[in-house]
Nanobody, 124 residues
Framework: QVQLVESGGGSVQSGGSLRLSCAAS????????MGWFRQAPGKEREGVAS???????IYADSVKGRFTISRDNAKNTLYLLMNSPKPEDTAMYYC??????????????????WGRGTQVTVSS
């Protein structure tokens, strides 16, 4: 069983920056494929970014060039650095993990472990 706990959410102004963290409680963290997802009010959850065990990454087009996903295997922690966020980035952000794939993916049906989320609100 993998437990994931997100932190770092809050309010930020457009053009600022915010870093989200996700602490994973598992001995197998380094082998997991990890992802960030988000859900805005009234919208379906969508993939934001993913990083696999080799450090390869993939991003949604909407955040490419602004967000950076990274991982620290020594600390069992996943990060999402949000640079120049926009009001449309306002959402609940979720951390997710999976052993089902070895290549980074933002397809949420592939993920079997989820955190409870952290709220990000971007004001203009």
């Amino acid at each position: 069983q993998v437990q994931l706990v997100e932190s770092g959410g809050g309010s930020v102004q457009s053009g600022g920056s915010l870093r989200l963290s996700c602490a994973a409680s598992t001995y197998t963290y380094s082998s997991l494929c990890m992802g960030w997802f988000r859900q805005a009010p009234g919208k379906e959850r969508e993939g934001v970014a993913s990083i696999d065990s080799d450090g390869s990454t993939i991003y949604a087009d909407s955040v490419k060039g602004r967000f950076t996903i990274s991982r620290d295997n020594a600390k069992n922690t996943l990060y999402l650095l949000m640079n120049s966020p926009k009001p449309e980035d306002t959402a609940m952000y979720y951390c997710a993990a999976t052993e089902r794939v070895v290549v980074a993916s933002i397809r949420e049906e592939l993920y079997n472990y989820w955190g409870r989320g952290t709220q990000v609100t971007v004001s203009s």
